[in-house]
C-alpha cells in the first residue's frame, strides 16, 4: 500500500527532497484556488493509496492552462472511485528521470536511477548502489548510465548540473536506509535549467 | 587461521588405498614429508606400509588439522574425536549437509556449535579443500597440485577449481563448501593479508549476508575480481514499482561489486586475464601508448580502446626513424628489438602516457625471445603499466614475459577488461 499523501510529504521533506509545487486538494473550490496560486499550466491528479498506475485509469490530466479546464478536469478525477483526494501540481517541462530505491533481499536497501521516463523499461539504462551512499559514489551512478549526455544539453536540451542530480540520489540513499519502505519510486523527477522537481511520489510499505 | 593454511601436521581421517577414492587422492596431495601424515581408518592397520590409527586421538602427537573424507552418519562422532584430541581446524570434505536436506542441515549445525564451543576452526562441509602452494600444503582432492603464484582463488564450486588448478599459479586456494564455519568473508580477510597473495579471485553463486560480503570487499587492500553465476532471473514476486522490476538479483549483486571496487569478469579466462594484470601491475590511468609491428592488429587495438574510452595521446617525434609516429606506433613488419627498444623507451617516457601495450606479430625476421627480454628490461627501468599482446606460436617469449610479471594476451581485444581493472586498482 502507498504511504499517505502528508506521510510522504514529511518524508522527503526530512531528507531534503524537493517536490514540484502542489497542493493536495478535495474540493472544487480548492483545487481553482491552488491551480490559481500555482499558475497555470497545471497538473491535475488522483491520489490513492492503493493505485499504484493512475496513467491506465484516466487519473491524470496535464496541461490545465485556464479555470475553465481546471473545472472540467476536476469533475473527472473527482468521479472515479476510491480516491483520497486529487493532487494540483505545477507543470514543469524538462528531461525525465527516474529514480527510485528497493530492499533487494541480498544487500538490502538499494537506489536506483535511470534516464528516459516511460522508455525507462524498455532501455534498461539504470544504475544501482546499496544505500546509503555520498556524492563521489552518485555520480559515478550518473556517469554509468549510457544516456549521460542527456545531462549535457544533448541537442538543444537544458544544461542538468550533475551535482544537483548527486545531491538527489545521496538524499535518497538516506531516507533508503533510515526509513521503513518496500520500494519507492519517484518518477518522473523533472530537470531543468531552474533545477530539479520530484514529480511524482510513491513510497510503498 | 596460519595454524590451519600452514599446519605442522595433518591427519588424514578416511585414508584408504581404494582405486578412486577422495582418501587416496588426499593421500598423494598431502603426503609430501613437508609436515607429519597421519593416516587413520579403524578397518585398516596399514597403508602404504605405514600405521593407521584407529581413532584420531590415538595419534601421540599432536595434530593441526583433521581432513575428513567418510560417509557423512560417522562424520559426528569424528568431529567429538578431534575435540578430544584437541585439533586446531577440522576441514570436513564429506557431503549431504545442509546442501542437501534438513536432517544434513540439523546435523551440519550441530558440528558447527560443537566446534565453535571448543575453540576449533571449521572448513567445509561439503568442499574440494584447501591448498597453500607456498607451504606446498594441498589438503584437497583436486586431479592435480597448484604451482606457487599470487592469486589467492576462492571459490563456492570445487570444481571451478578442479577446472583452473593446473592453468595458473596460486598462493591460496580454498573451496568455502558451505562456509558453516569459516566464513566466506573470513577467507576473504585472511587472503588479503597473505603475504603471498597479491590479488583475490572469486568465484561467486550467491552470498548469505549481501551487507557482510560488501563491507569487507570494501575494507580490504588487496584488488579483487570475481564472476558471478547463476544470473538466471528468480521468479518475481509481485512487484508494484519501476524500481522493483529493474532492480533484477544480479544487476544488483553486480553493481555491489562494482560498488566495492570488485572487477567483474565475464567468463572463466576473463577472470584470470583481470587477475594476472591485478597481481602483476600497477595503478594506470586512461592514456595509453600502443607500440606494434603488424599494421592491423595496432589498429584493432585502437578500436577497442576506443571503444572503452581510452585516450591515445600523441606520440613525440623519434629520431632517425623510417616509420611515422603515430599513436598506435607502428615500427614496421621487419622490426628488430633495437626497434622496439627504442619505441617503447620513448613512448613510455612520454609524461602524458600511463601505460604501455606492446603488440608483437610473428614476422620472418621477429626475434621473439629478445623482445621479450629487452621488454622486461624496460618493465624495470619504469614504473609504468606494461602489458603485451605476443601473437602466434612464440610460447617460449610469453613464458618468460610472465615469468617476470608482465601479462600477454593472444587477442587485442583482451586487453581490455584487464586494462580497464588498472584504473581502479
Same mark, same amino acid.
Given at each position: 500500500? &502507498?504511504?499517505?499523501?502528508?506521510?510522504?510529504?514529511?518524508?522527503?521533506?526530512?531528507?531534503?527532497?524537493?517536490?514540484?509545487?502542489?497542493?493536495? &486538494?478535495?474540493?472544487?473550490?480548492?483545487?481553482?484556488?491552488?491551480?490559481?496560486?500555482?499558475?497555470?499550466?497545471?497538473?491535475?491528479?488522483?491520489?490513492?493509496?492503493?493505485?499504484?498506475?493512475?496513467?491506465?485509469?484516466?487519473?491524470?490530466?496535464?496541461?490545465?492552462?485556464?479555470?475553465?479546464?481546471?473545472?472540467?478536469?476536476?469533475?473527472?478525477?473527482?468521479?472515479?472511485?476510491?480516491?483520497?483526494?486529487?493532487?494540483?501540481?505545477?507543470?514543469?517541462?524538462?528531461?525525465?528521470? &527516474?529514480?527510485?530505491?528497493?530492499?533487494?533481499?541480498?544487500?538490502?536497501?538499494?537506489?536506483?536511477?535511470?534516464?528516459?521516463?516511460?522508455?525507462?523499461?524498455?532501455?534498461?539504462?539504470?544504475?544501482?548502489?546499496?544505500?546509503?551512499?555520498?556524492?563521489?559514489?552518485?555520480?559515478?551512478?550518473?556517469?554509468?548510465?549510457?544516456?549521460?549526455?542527456?545531462?549535457?544539453?544533448?541537442?538543444?536540451?537544458?544544461? &542538468?548540473?550533475?551535482?544537483?542530480?548527486?545531491?538527489?540520489?545521496?538524499?535518497?540513499?538516506?531516507?533508503?536506509?533510515?526509513?521503513?519502505?518496500?520500494?519507492?519510486?519517484?518518477?518522473?523527477?523533472?530537470?531543468?535549467?531552474?533545477?530539479?522537481?520530484?514529480?511524482?511520489?510513491?513510497?510503498?510499505? | 587461521?596460519?595454524?590451519?593454511?600452514?599446519?605442522?601436521?595433518? *591427519?588424514?581421517?578416511?585414508?584408504?588405498?581404494?582405486?578412486?577414492?577422495?582418501?587416496?587422492?588426499?593421500?598423494?596431495?598431502?603426503?609430501?614429508?613437508?609436515?607429519?601424515?597421519?593416516?587413520?581408518?579403524?578397518?585398516?592397520?596399514?597403508?602404504?606400509?605405514?600405521?593407521?590409527?584407529?581413532?584420531?586421538?590415538?595419534?601421540?602427537?599432536?595434530?593441526?588439522?583433521?581432513?575428513?573424507?567418510?560417509?557423512?552418519?560417522?562424520?559426528?562422532?569424528?568431529?567429538?574425536?578431534?575435540?578430544?584430541?584437541?585439533?586446531?581446524?577440522?576441514?570436513?570434505?564429506?557431503?549431504?549437509?545442509?546442501?542437501?536436506?534438513?536432517?544434513?542441515?540439523?546435523?551440519?549445525?550441530?558440528?558447527?556449535?560443537?566446534?565453535?564451543?571448543? =575453540?576449533?576452526?571449521?572448513?567445509?562441509?561439503?568442499?574440494?579443500?584447501?591448498?597453500?602452494?607456498?607451504?606446498?600444503?594441498?589438503?584437497?582432492?583436486?586431479?592435480?597440485?597448484?604451482?606457487? $603464484?599470487?592469486?589467492?582463488?576462492?571459490?563456492?564450486?570445487?570444481?571451478?577449481?578442479?577446472?583452473?588448478?593446473?592453468?595458473?599459479?596460486?598462493?591460496?586456494?580454498?573451496?568455502?563448501?558451505?562456509?558453516?564455519?569459516?566464513?566466506?568473508?573470513?577467507?576473504?580477510?585472511?587472503?588479503?593479508?597473505?603475504?603471498?597473495?597479491?590479488?583475490?579471485?572469486?568465484?561467486?553463486? $550467491?552470498?548469505?549476508? $549481501?551487507?557482510?560480503?560488501?563491507?569487507?570487499?570494501?575494507?580490504?587492500?588487496?584488488?579483487?575480481?570475481?564472476?558471478?553465476?547463476?544470473?538466471?532471473?528468480?521468479?518475481?514476486?509481485?512487484?508494484?514499482?519501476?524500481?522493483?522490476?529493474?532492480?533484477?538479483?544480479?544487476?544488483?549483486?553486480?553493481? *555491489?561489486?562494482?560498488?566495492?571496487?570488485?572487477?567483474? %569478469?565475464?567468463?572463466?579466462?576473463?577472470?584470470?586475464?583481470?587477475?594476472? %594484470?591485478?597481481?602483476?601491475?600497477?595503478?594506470?590511468?586512461?592514456?595509453?601508448?600502443?607500440?606494434?609491428?603488424?599494421?592491423?592488429?595496432?589498429?584493432?587495438?585502437?578500436?577497442?580502446?576506443?571503444?572503452?574510452?581510452?585516450?591515445?595521446?600523441?606520440?613525440?617525434?623519434?629520431?632517425?626513424?623510417?616509420?611515422?609516429?603515430?599513436?598506435?606506433?607502428?615500427?614496421? =613488419?621487419? %622490426?628488430?628489438?633495437?626497434?622496439?627498444?627504442?619505441?617503447?623507451?620513448?613512448?613510455?617516457?612520454?609524461?602524458?602516457?600511463?601505460?604501455?601495450?606492446?603488440?608483437?606479430?610473428?614476422?620472418?625476421?621477429?626475434?621473439?625471445?629478445?623482445?621479450?627480454?629487452?621488454?622486461?628490461?624496460?618493465?624495470?627501468?619504469?614504473?609504468?603499466?606494461?602489458?603485451?599482446?605476443?601473437?602466434?606460436?612464440?610460447?617460449?617469449?610469453?613464458?618468460?614475459?610472465?615469468?617476470?610479471?608482465?601479462?600477454?594476451?593472444?587477442?587485442?581485444?583482451?586487453?581490455?577488461?584487464?586494462?580497464?581493472?588498472?584504473?581502479?586498482?
Amino acid at each position: 500500500m &502507498i504511504l499517505e499523501y502528508t506521510k510522504q510529504e514529511q518524508l522527503l521533506k526530512k531528507y531534503n527532497l524537493k517536490t514540484a509545487l502542489s497542493f493536495f &486538494i478535495k474540493n472544487k473550490k480548492d483545487a481553482l484556488q491552488a491551480a490559481n496560486k500555482i499558475g497555470y499550466p497545471v497538473v491535475f491528479k488522483i491520489f490513492s493509496q492503493n493505485c499504484l498506475h493512475r496513467t491506465d485509469i484516466g487519473g491524470v490530466i496535464t496541461k490545465i492552462d485556464n479555470s475553465k479546464k481546471a473545472k472540467e478536469a476536476f469533475d473527472k478525477l473527482n468521479s472515479i472511485k476510491g480516491i483520497d483526494g486529487i493532487i494540483v501540481q505545477k507543470q514543469i517541462d524538462g528531461l525525465e528521470f &527516474i529514480v527510485g530505491a528497493k530492499q533487494d533481499s541480498v544487500f538490502g536497501p538499494v537506489v536506483m536511477f535511470g534516464a528516459g521516463g516511460v522508455l525507462v523499461e524498455l532501455f534498461n539504462d539504470v544504475s544501482f548502489r546499496l544505500a546509503p551512499f555520498n556524492r563521489r559514489v552518485a555520480l559515478s551512478m550518473i556517469d554509468e548510465l549510457r544516456s549521460k549526455k542527456l545531462l549535457d544539453g544533448f541537442r538543444g536540451g537544458p544544461n &542538468i548540473k550533475k551535482e544537483a542530480v548527486a545531491d538527489l540520489l545521496v538524499n535518497t540513499s538516506l531516507l533508503a536506509s533510515k526509513e521503513n519502505f518496500k520500494e519507492i519510486d519517484f518518477n518522473p523527477v523533472i530537470a531543468n535549467e531552474k533545477g530539479l522537481f520530484i514529480c511524482d511520489v510513491k513510497i510503498i510499505q | 587461521m596460519n595454524q590451519i593454511f600452514n599446519p605442522k601436521s595433518v *591427519a588424514i581421517i578416511g585414508a584408504t588405498d581404494r582405486k578412486n577414492s577422495v582418501g587416496l587422492c588426499l593421500i598423494n596431495n598431502l603426503d609430501n614429508k613437508k609436515r607429519d601424515v597421519f593416516f587413520v581408518n579403524p578397518t585398516y592397520t596399514t597403508l602404504f606400509g605405514r600405521k593407521v590409527y584407529a581413532k584420531i586421538q590415538d595419534i601421540e602427537e599432536s595434530v593441526d588439522l583433521a581432513v575428513i573424507a567418510i560417509p557423512k552418519q560417522f562424520v559426528e562422532a569424528v568431529v567429538d574425536d578431534c575435540i578430544v584430541k584437541k585439533v586446531k581446524g577440522v576441514l570436513i570434505i564429506s557431503s549431504g549437509f545442509s546442501e542437501y536436506d534438513d536432517f544434513g542441515r540439523e546435523l551440519q549445525e550441530r558440528i558447527v556449535l560443537k566446534l565453535k564451543e571448543s =575453540g576449533i576452526y571449521l572448513i567445509g562441509p561439503n568442499c574440494l579443500g584447501i591448498a597453500n602452494p607456498s607451504v606446498n600444503l594441498n589438503a584437497s582432492f583436486a586431479p592435480n597440485t597448484p604451482k606457487k $603464484g599470487d592469486i589467492a582463488l576462492i571459490s563456492q564450486s570445487g570444481g571451478f577449481i578442479d577446472s583452473v588448478i593446473d592453468s595458473y599459479g596460486f598462493s591460496l586456494i580454498v573451496s568455502v563448501g558451505n562456509a558453516a564455519g569459516i566464513t566466506l568473508e573470513e577467507y576473504i580477510a585472511f587472503a588479503d593479508q597473505d603475504k603471498e597473495t597479491k590479488v583475490i579471485a572469486l568465484y561467486i553463486e $550467491g552470498v548469505k549476508d $549481501g551487507r557482510k560480503f560488501f563491507n569487507v570487499l570494501k575494507s580490504i587492500k588487496k584488488p579483487v575480481v570475481a564472476i558471478k553465476a547463476g544470473k538466471i532471473p528468480q521468479l518475481q514476486k509481485a512487484i508494484s514499482s519501476h524500481t522493483g522490476s529493474l532492480a533484477g538479483e544480479y544487476r544488483v549483486f553486480s553493481s *555491489a561489486l562494482r560498488q566495492a571496487g570488485v572487477s567483474e %569478469a565475464e567468463s572463466m579466462e576473463e577472470m584470470f586475464d583481470i587477475a594476472k %594484470a591485478l597481481a602483476w601491475q600497477g595503478h594506470c590511468k586512461n592514456k595509453i601508448g600502443v607500440v606494434t609491428n603488424g599494421g592491423g592488429a595496432g589498429v584493432l587495438m585502437a578500436d577497442y580502446l576506443y571503444d572503452s574510452e581510452f585516450e591515445l595521446p600523441k606520440i613525440n617525434a623519434i629520431d632517425n626513424v623510417r616509420y611515422k609516429t603515430n599513436n598506435p606506433l607502428d615500427i614496421m =613488419g621487419d %622490426a628488430t628489438t633495437l626497434d622496439y627498444i627504442k619505441a617503447c623507451e620513448s613512448v613510455i617516457s612520454q609524461r602524458d602516457i600511463s601505460a604501455l601495450i606492446i603488440i608483437q606479430t610473428p614476422q620472418m625476421t621477429t626475434t621473439s625471445l629478445d623482445n621479450a627480454k629487452a621488454i622486461v628490461e624496460i618493465s624495470k627501468k619504469y614504473s609504468k603499466s606494461i602489458i603485451t599482446v605476443f601473437m602466434g606460436n612464440v610460447s617460449e617469449s610469453i613464458k618468460y614475459l610472465e615469468e617476470h610479471n608482465i601479462p600477454n594476451y593472444t587477442d587485442p581485444k583482451r586487453v581490455i577488461k584487464p586494462l580497464k581493472s588498472l584504473l581502479k586498482k
